[in-house]
């Protein structure tokens, strides 16, 4: 079992920066991509960033391409998300996610097995 907790969320004016963090505990595995995912107010869950566990290959969706970063710490099972210029419309609560599955995409929510309680990141105009 592995065991998600973020933290690092607030509230910030548009045009601000936050930074995320999740730590995943238990019994992970270098199998292993981590995700974030957000939802809106009325919205569906989607897909935001993605980093494998060696840190070495990630993915951003479009809409936070160039503003948003996802990295790995120094501590092996901690990942960061690091968001600049934020927008309105960036207003969410965002979880972690860690799983593995093969033959689905690491944007896809199925991909991942474990989540956490996530957080919530309020961008005000």
């Known amino acids: 079992q592995v065991q998600m907790a973020e933290s690092g969320g607030g509230l910030v004016q548009a045009g601000g920066s936050l930074r995320l963090s999740c730590a995943a505990s238990?019994?992970?595995?270098?199998?292993?991509?981590m995700g974030w995912f957000r939802q809106g107010p009325g919205k569906e869950r989607e897909f935001v960033a993605v980093i494998s566990w060696s840190g070495e290959s990630t993915s951003y969706a479009d809409s936070v391409k160039g503003r948003f970063t996802i990295s790995r710490g120094n501590a092996k099972n901690t990942f960061y998300l690091q968001m600049n210029s934020l927008k309105p419309e960036d207003t969410a609560v965002y979880y972690c996610?860690?799983?593995?599955?093969?033959?689905?995409?690491?944007?896809?929510?199925?991909?991942?097995?474990?989540w956490g309680q996530g957080t919530q990141v309020t961008v005000s105009s």
């Open positions: 238990g019994r992970t595995s270098s199998r292993y991509v």
């Open positions: 996610a860690a799983g593995w599955k093969y033959g689905t995409n690491w944007f896809e929510q199925r991909t991942y097995d474990y």
